[in-house]
């Protein structure tokens, strides 16, 4: 999975002074986020590698499982909710959360509380038809050694089921009220119907020597469509707190 394995290797905490903030504080916090909200809240821990997910009425009209309330899952990505995502939105969800995490590594910590992602994605629901999600990540670093140590998503039903031209992707400062970074990218506006194919499977995790075999394309054309993906997509996606080094190492 490498799109996957770049983010764990950004966010999980390996370092050898652990952070002793009390995991039951904040898996109440979730709690009471789902239950007062209407959400699905995932709490997931980046020093022991896990995560918890609070579930209310939300879950199953989106199709999860009640059965166990809340869950807890051997990993910081909670794949039965992710599974439903839409692809395209998938990947850009990945983009996204990389993007910020990379902002917030080079921020000064005492301003890291003011920020948040906020999303508009498509998931299917019970019925399996997509609706539109909005999805709000908020990051927890740890007082004693200055890593992140908890990673807390919601995701509710949005009120406005409006079909967008593209979903929305947004990096706000909520102490400021401001939008910081905006992603309104149309993909299919911008890449050829392969180049699609080929960045759909890099979503997916797939390696290029993977993707190559499921197109019955060499694996030279497979590296060349996805720098040609780099290419399209670098002068659109690179914002002023990001740098282009960042965008390209994704990509390679």
Not at 23 to 42: C, H, P, T
Not at 76 to 87: A, D, L, N, S, V
Not at 211 to 227: E, K, P, Y
Request: glycine share 4%; charged share 30%.
């Amino acid at each position: 999975m490498e799109i996957v394995e770049k983010l764990n290797s950004r966010l999980l905490d390996r370092s050898s002074q652990k952070c002793k903030l009390d995991i039951e504080e904040y898996k109440q916090r979730a709690l009471v986020y789902a239950q007062m909200e209407g959400a699905i809240s995932v709490l997931s821990d980046m020093q022991a590698g896990r995560s918890y997910v609070y579930k209310s009425k939300a879950a199953w009209e989106l199709g999860l499982s009640m059965q166990e309330n809340p869950s807890e899952i051997n990993s910081i990505w909670e794949e039965e909710i992710i599974k439903r995502i839409h692809p395209d939105d998938r990947l850009k969800k990945y983009i996204h959360e990389l993007r910020f995490y990379e902002m917030m590594d080079a921020m000064d910590t005492e301003l890291r509380a003011d920020y948040s992602v906020l999303s508009k994605i498509r998931m299917k629901d019970k019925n399996d038809e997509y609706r539109f999600v909005k999805h709000r990540m908020f990051y927890i670093y740890s007082p004693d050694n200055g890593k992140l140590r908890f990673a807390f998503c919601l995701y509710h039903i949005a009120l406005d089921q409006t079909q967008l031209p593209v979903s929305d992707f947004m990096i706000i400062n909520t102490a400021k009220g401001e939008i910081i970074v905006k992603d309104k990218l149309n993909y299919q506006n911008i890449l050829s119907k392969r180049e699609l194919e080929v960045l759909k499977y890099v979503g997916e995790g797939y390696a290029s020597k993977e993707i190559a075999g499921i197109l019955s394309i060499s694996i030279n054309t497979v590296s060349r469509h996805r720098q040609n993906i780099l290419e399209k997509l670098k002068v659109k996606i690179l914002y002023r707190h990001l740098k282009t080094a960042f965008i390209s190492s994704f990509f390679l």
